[in-house]
């Protein structure tokens, strides 16, 4: 894992932004603290920060020029299926000088072109240049599990890993105010938007080609949209279980030591349990939570290192640490992202970190598989029923009850609420409703500058397409679309480089995506129970503790630090009235409001709008006062 970043200039000589690009790379070091060098020619350079996994030797430092000296790349990620590339390549007569899997990448290039992304196998973003035809060619991979962003001028192309690296380019800096207002909804702002006009993402699936005529972009990849598999459903389970350990087999290739994250949920046990197989020695981490029981899960992921005869560690986390740790989390964002999960992501990858480099996850299964409430909830919405009716009708009712996330009846109320709420809507509303933090109506009231063209949805802009007549794999299509890479995997990557730790996602090989998208939708859900499919094919190597019980996503006790520790820090200082009001972005009557909601005994969602408020204005005062 690494950090990339560099230019190409439409009427200067590389060497005018080199500073810059020095810069740039230094802001990246936590992505790449082993080695850090620059390329310059002509009108390009490229600059990359290395964190050593596969040929961990200096042949294999980049940027990296082939033999013939026409070639030079800058790239970040692992690609699993190089060593059989290579092979190929190797009959077809290329030499090779070093072990990685950087130098197959760019021999591949050299061979299949703008075609590249498409053979390749893994995560990543890279950039490599022609020094023929003098243009960069720059991609990321399917899902986004890597970020690459890019800005445009009358001077010059820029790109990089981050956005704090972009800004030492010099870039126009102007805020988006639609993406301010996305953010207050979401608690995320999704691509390829970001915070600044200027910039963009990237899109997961994506390439550009970049010369004198300008940015040409390419579509490589697109998820199966609709389900095809004519399977039963035994042998889906089948293909299933061969695809996993596959692809768990591919992200175990290393040089460096490897560990898997182990939550005590179905996804990271399963990954955990396979890495077992595959090798024994491999070691398993989970973070415990002392002070919240309700969302401690340490036993489970007992069970299943038991089982799997993994050693396993618990690195249990107080709420004071998680506090302690709130400076660290807020200024390694380089843009407003208020998942506020980040924190205990943060504190179990700098832990982990002590002990291996690269470490397993089972992010992406819940996208693929139907595993959270909304998509319990959506698949009710499709199917009318008394007890829809029944919840339609006591909406108002609902509404006046106690809501809160910290406590379980008051977050079952709450639940049953914006289930009461969203079911009267339809297509894509319901999806974004039940997507959202915040309304769109609370978005505009706060950002005072929020764009007021009605007749232009975010949904629209954003490319998502669910008709009011669909089903649930245009649900989960949207969320690979715009939840996976915006929020989950930004978090996994952000808070896991923030530690120098490389994250790897075996449920988003593209060959296990690409069949899992094509399953029916009962195979995923049915009334009685979530991700089916992959649940029942692992039954018989998962502890029975795990069956049958709720899923859990751990809430941070924001409610209660907001109205003890941190209160005065937060309503006198951060979200002062007259800093606000000097400020002129955000509505102080609104922030108010919110206040008092959050003291009173229905905080609802209050908790979390602040925290996005923090992060806020926290980003503000870092990178634009």
């Known amino acids: 894992m690494c950090g990339i970043a560099g230019y190409w200039l439409k009427s200067e000589n590389a060497t005018s932004q080199l500073t ?33 996994i596969i040929d961990t030797s200096a042949s294999a430092h980049q940027p990296f020029t082939d033999s013939s000296g026409k070639f030079t790349i800058t790239f970040n990620g692992e690609i699993y299926n190089f060593k059989q590339h290579r092979k190929i390549l190797e009959k077809e007569g290329v030499k090779f000088r070093t072990n990685s899997d950087t130098e197959v990448l760019l021999e591949l290039f050299k061979k299949y072109h703008t075609k590249t992304p498409a053979i390749l196998n893994g995560f990543f973003a890279f950039a490599i240049y022609n020094h023929s035809t003098h243009e960069v060619f720059i991609a990321r991979d399917r899902y986004g599990i890597k970020p690459l962003y890019i800005s445009e001028d009358d001077r010059q192309i820029c790109f990089a890993s981050e956005i704090k690296a972009l800004q030492e380019f010099n870039i126009d800096k102007t805020p988006d105010y639609s ?7 979401l608690n995320y702002i999704p691509g390829p938007d970001t915070i600044f006009k200027k910039v963009k993402q990237i899109m997961p699936g994506t390439s550009m080609l970049i010369n004198s005529s300008g940015v040409k972009t390419l579509k490589y990849y697109t998820p199966p949209q609709q389900p095809g ?57 989970s973070i415990g939570f002392p002070d919240e029981p309700y969302f401690d899960e340490t036993q489970y992921a007992k069970a299943v290192a038991n089982k799997a005869g993994l050693k396993h560690h618990i690195i249990n986390v107080h709420s004071r640490d998680m506090l302690e740790a709130l400076t660290n989390v807020l200024d390694y964002m380089d843009q407003p992202f208020a998942d506020s999960s980040a ?19 089972g992010d992406g299964a819940d996208e693929l598989f139907g595993g959270y409430r909304k998509h319990m909830a959506h ?24 809501q809160s996330r910290q406590n379980k009846i008051a977050d079952k109320a709450r639940q049953a609420a914006k289930f009461s709420r969203g079911i009267k809507l339809q297509g894509i509303e319901r999806y974004w ?25 975010p949904w629209d802009s954003l490319g998502l397409n669910i008709p009011k007549q669909h089903e649930l794999h245009h649900i989960l ?66 502890p029975e503790i795990l069956y049958n019980r709720p899923k859990k996503g751990f809430e941070i006790p924001l409610g209660n630090w907001f109205r003890n520790d941190l209160f005065d820090f937060i309503f006198h200082e951060i979200l002062n ?36 408020l923090i992060v806020f204005q926290n980003w503000w005062d870092t990178y634009m006062n």
């Open 433 to 457: 409703f039940w997507a959202s933090i915040s309304s769109e109506s609370y978005a505009r009231e706060l950002v005072l500058n929020a764009p007021a063209n009605d007749s232009i949805k």
């Open 20 to 52: 810059n690009l020095e810069n740039a790379v230094k802001r990246l070091n936590k992505r790449g603290p082993d080695y850090s060098n620059f390329f310059h020619k002509d009108n390009v350079a490229l600059g990359h920060a290395r964190l050593s």
């Open 379 to 402: 698949k009710r919405a499709l199917n009318p029923s008394f007890f829809n009716t029944l919840i339609k009708t006591a909406g108002p009712i609902l509404e006046l009850t106690p």
């Open 179 to 185: 993406s301010i207002s996305r953010y207050f909804q």
């Open 229 to 285: 598999y004519e399977g039963g459903y035994n042998e889906a389970q089948q293909k299933l279980k061969a695809l996993m350990l596959k692809s768990v087999e591919k992200r175990l290739i290393a040089d460096v030591p490897l560990g898997t994250f182990l939550s005590g949920g179905i996804d990271s046990s399963i990954i955990a349990t396979l890495t077992a197989k595959i090798n024994p020695n491999i070691e398993s981490y």
């Open 343 to 361: 924190i205990p992501v943060y504190i179990l990858s700098r832990e982990i970190k002590k002990h291996v480099t690269v470490a397993l996850s």
């Open 477 to 542: 299509n949207a969320d690979i679309k715009m939840l996976l890479p915006n929020d989950m995997l930004t978090k996994v990557d952000m808070m896991s480089m923030a530690n120098s730790l490389e994250v790897r996602v075996p449920f988003l090989d593209h060959e296990l995506v690409d069949f899992a998208m094509q399953l029916p939708t009962n195979y995923k859900i049915n009334k009685n129970q979530q991700k089916r499919i992959l649940q029942d094919t692992f039954r018989d190597e998962l």
């Open 577 to 612: 009235e007259e800093k606000i009001k000097k400020q002129a972005i955000l509505n102080h009557r609104t922030i108010a409001n919110l206040r008092t909601q959050l003291m009173s005994a229905s905080p609802g969602d209050a908790p979390a709008r602040i925290w996005a």
